[in-house]
Nanobody, 114 residues
Framework: QVRLVESGGGLVQAGGSLRLSCAAS????????MGWYRQAPGKQRELVAD???????NYADSVKGRFTISRVNANNTVCLQMNRLKPEDTAVYYC????????WGQGTQVTVSS
């Protein structure tokens, strides 16, 4: 049974930082494209960043230069370092694993106060 578990969310003031982690189990982690998505109340889920199986990252324009995605295949872990956070970054952040289909974590709340 595939399982993705996010951690690291919380409440932070604008300009602060958080680091999100996603731990995967029952998955051949190294072959998956891994990503982070977010969804704010009343809005569509959107891609924040993803990273290919060989380590090439991709970022949404809104977070480029502030967020960094990384993966450690040996630990079945993908992380999202979030710096210079803004109130508009407030959302539930979801871990995603993709090859021929998508697997999703339960999400972790990130709240950025002004």
């Amino acid at each position: 049974q595939v399982r993705l578990v996010e951690s690291g969310g919380g409440l932070v003031q604008a300009g602060g930082s958080l680091r999100l982690s996603c731990a995967a189990s029952d998955i051949i982690f190294s072959i998956y494209r891994m990503g982070w998505y977010r969804q704010a109340p009343g809005k569509q889920r959107e891609l924040v960043a993803d990273i290919t199986s060989d380590g090439r990252p991709n970022y949404a324009d809104s977070v480029k230069g502030r967020f960094t995605i990384s993966r450690v295949n040996a630990n079945n872990t993908v992380c999202l370092q979030m710096n210079r956070l803004k109130p508009e970054d407030t959302a539930v952040y979801y871990c995603n694993a993709r090859v021929w289909r998508d697997f999703w974590g339960q999400g972790t709340q990130v709240t950025v106060s002004s």
